[in-house]
């Protein structure tokens, strides 16, 4: 009898070892018997996230656009944001799902729920929030060591550019997301931590949805000494050209009108850092002319 009960005792201290529990963005605690060894991502973010924790190899399927690393296009597709294939996840059989919160709607992570598969929420609103993510990850795959490597690394590199910019004079920061119809970004999105970062201050901070609507009177009327817009993508795609014919406006006076890669500014994974220190030196040019 008392071997049996050691052995239960081993057993169980075993079982224990091999538990994880984090808790994710929406501040619901996910607990793994074991490291997630199937892994389905449901955001591009995610995708980059998870390579960079050390787990790229335990990804079975993930959502379109997940295009980085090159790594990442191999990987099977379960749908668009639009749209999921809840047939195509269950026969993949994963281990942990990780859903985006702005980007998949409600029904969908309702479905995804309703399987009964350990869900974690990633929602990185903040340049802090990349790094914990990257340490959460690693530990739910089992891959600490990678994982607080990289994100060590990222916090190393926001600290060398808060450093050297955060206390630099403000700079007024229009970030134009869309041109037709006009969207922008409230302080809440990760390019605004990172404008912050920059020392910028984006104008239309205060707003309650993350990504609204805005017209171009009100642009304007706030009259911001920078504006940042993503690259183009189709001959139908306007840009900042929008802001030539105003040329009272600061911004377009100074030539200070800044053309982006917003995947590095947009997307919160680890790449935003490189999109924050091309944005400083952006600013940094405006700061310069005037």
Same mark, same amino acid.
């Given at each position: ?5 050691? /052995?239960?005792?081993?057993?169980c ?6 538990a +994880? !529990? +984090? @808790?994710?963005?929406s501040?619901?605690?996910v $607990? ?6 199937? $892994? ?7 995708? %980059? =996230? /998870?390579?960079?924790a050390?787990?790229g190899a335990?990804?079975?399927? #993930? ?6 690393? %090159?790594e990442? &296009?191999?990987?099977p597709l ?5 749209q999921?294939? =809840?047939? *195509? ?11 985006w919160?702005s980007?998949?709607?409600?029904r ?12 974690f929420?990633?929602?990185? &609103?903040s340049?802090e929030?990349?790094a914990?993510? /990257?340490?959460?990850?690693?530990r =739910? ?10 994100a ?7 600290g ?5 910019y955060a206390?630099?004079?403000p @700079? ?5 997301a869309?041109?037709n119809?006009?969207?922008t /970004?409230n302080g809440?999105?990760i390019?605004?931590?990172?404008i912050?970062?920059c020392?910028?201050?984006n104008?239309?901070? %205060? ?7 805005? !017209?171009?009177?009100?642009?304007v009327?706030r009259?911001?000494e920078?504006?940042?817009?993503g690259? =183009? ?5 306007r ?8 040329h009272?406006?600061?911004?377009v006076r100074?030539?200070?009108l ?6 590095l500014?947009? &997307? ?6 490189d ?6 030196? *952006?600013?940094?040019? #405006?700061?310069?002319? &005037?």
């Amino acid at each position: 009898m008392k071997a049996i009960f050691f /052995l239960l005792l081993a057993l169980c201290a075993s079982c224990a070892q091999g538990a +994880v !529990s +984090v @808790v994710d963005d929406s501040g619901k605690q996910v $607990v793994l018997a074991r490291p997630a060894q199937r $892994v389905i991502s449901m955001a591009p973010h995610v995708t %980059e =996230l /998870l390579f960079a924790a050390g787990g790229g190899a335990r990804i079975i399927g #993930a959502m379109n656009y997940s295009d980085f690393p %090159e790594e990442a &296009r191999k990987i099977p597709l379960i749908g668009s944001n639009s749209q999921i294939d =809840l047939e *195509r996840v269950i026969a993949l059989k994963p281990d942990l799902l990780i859903v985006w919160q702005s980007g998949n709607t409600a029904r969908q992570i309702a479905q995804l729920q309703g399987l009964g598969i350990p869900v974690f929420h990633s929602e990185p &609103r903040s340049l802090e929030t990349v790094a914990s993510s /990257l340490e959460r990850f690693g530990r =739910l795959l089992g891959s600490d060591g990678t994982a607080q490597a990289a994100a060590a690394r990222f916090r190393a590199k926001i600290g060398a550019l808060r450093t050297r910019y955060a206390s630099r004079p403000p @700079v007024s920061v229009f970030y134009q997301a869309w041109d037709n119809p006009l969207y922008t /970004l409230n302080g809440e999105q990760i390019a605004s931590d990172a404008i912050r970062l920059c020392g910028g201050r984006n104008i239309f901070a %205060e707003l309650k949805t993350i990504a609204p609507q805005v !017209s171009v009177e009100a642009v304007v009327q706030r009259d911001p000494e920078a504006i940042l817009g993503g690259k =183009l993508y189709t001959p139908q795609d306007r840009g900042l050209s929008i802001w030539q014919p105003f040329h009272s406006m600061t911004a377009v006076r100074r030539k200070n009108l800044f053309t982006f890669d917003e995947q590095l500014l947009t &997307r919160p994974g680890p790449r935003v850092v490189d999109g924050a220190a091309t944005l400083c030196t *952006r600013l940094e040019e #405006a700061r310069a002319r &005037r």
